[in-house]
């Protein structure tokens, strides 16, 4: 019953919120006008992210006055850097909303957030080799890979973010995967957390989907990025659940980054050539991309969920790599 109640808790209070803050979005000069490269024709709210902080931190809290067992002694220490963080990157994220800043502040931001989080705990401290051996790394580079890997996730989701409820849904289904991952090791309160946050884009979608009335804006993008990347770790390192489920996001990150080096650009440069909008620039509708990014996503979290060795989910990454490879190479290349 207290999985349920957290579920139905963070989606009622963000679907409430929601439409008040796409009211309150022009009054404070927080919507996103058509450009260049957007797809839709109309301004449109970008407060997504102040909904789904209040669905997700509302649930998260009532958890705490339900029965469940508890078994990590730094749980309260890591939701309070979680908590902590979350409102740098909204902060910054709201005021990109509404001012439209340079890049640098966000980056700067994304990695005060990390920092923060790494200071209460949330780290990764040891990795699982495809052998079943585990490493635990010293705690310089455990900083350091944490630190690359939230700063990272954030900046997945924040790329993602191009089409209507493609950024959310992706997150929500990565949250439903590893919901049933970390219940399925027993940490049943750790397990709340991801499953709050589904709430929350439950509450959120039908206002983000197609045609969309509001937007995650930078604040959202930041929120979701911080959050799961934050929430694979506690609780122990999920970072191959992770990479699976979020394998193609990721992948078309990296060829973007490197893409827009190559180019003499800067890698946040932002322009069409992420694997969403060249499928519609290929003429299929955002709809069909959406869904089918969803579908990819579900597929690859079914495999990290029933795969019963590192050694096959590291055959999955490969197969996922090279098939993204050649969907870019082909899209980059054909006429």
Request: glycine letters at 10%.
């Amino acid at each position: 019953m207290t999985p349920l109640i957290v579920f139905a808790l963070a989606a009622l209070v963000t679907f409430a919120v929601t439409p008040l803050l796409i009211r309150l979005a022009p009054r404070i000069g927080a919507v996103d006008r058509p450009r260049s490269r957007h797809q839709h024709r109309a301004p449109t709210a970008k407060l997504g992210g102040l909904a789904l902080a209040a669905g997700f931190g509302v649930a998260v809290a009532a958890s705490f006055f339900l029965p469940v067992r508890r078994d990590d002694p730094q749980e309260i220490v890591r939701l309070a850097g979680l908590a902590l963080a979350a409102l740098v990157v909204l902060a910054l994220g709201l005021l990109d909303d509404m001012r439209e800043l340079p890049a640098w502040p966000q980056f700067a931001a994304q990695v005060v957030a990390a920092v923060i989080v790494i200071a209460f705990r949330v780290r990764i401290d040891d990795l699982t080799t495809p052998f079943g051996a585990a490493t635990v790394l010293p705690e310089w580079l455990a900083v350091l890979f944490t630190l690359f890997w939230v700063v990272g996730m954030m900046n997945t989701v924040n790329f993602l973010d191009g089409l209507d409820g493609l950024a959310a849904g992706v997150v929500g289904i990565a949250c439903v995967v590893l919901f049933l991952h970390t219940r399925s090791l027993g940490q049943e309160s750790v397990a709340l957390l991801p499953l709050a946050l589904v709430g929350a884009i439950v509450g959120f979608l039908p206002f983000n989907f197609s045609p969309a009335r509001i937007f995650l804006g930078s604040a959202g993008a930041l929120f979701l990025g911080l959050s799961l990347g934050s929430l694979s770790i506690i609780g122990g390192a999920k970072l191959a659940t992770a990479l699976l489920v979020l394998g193609i996001p990721i992948l078309d990150t990296a060829w973007q980054i490197a893409r827009r080096v190559r180019d003499g650009r800067a890698p946040y440069h932002g322009d069409r050539g992420h694997l969403h909008f060249r499928l519609v620039d290929r003429g299929i509708g955002s709809r069909r991309v959406v869904l089918a990014l969803y579908m990819l996503t579900a597929v690859f979290g079914g495999m990290a969920l029933v795969l019963p060795s590192g050694l096959l989910k590291l055959a999955a990454l490969a197969l996922m790599g090279t098939l993204m490879f050649g969907l870019m190479l082909w899209l980059t290349r054909a006429p």
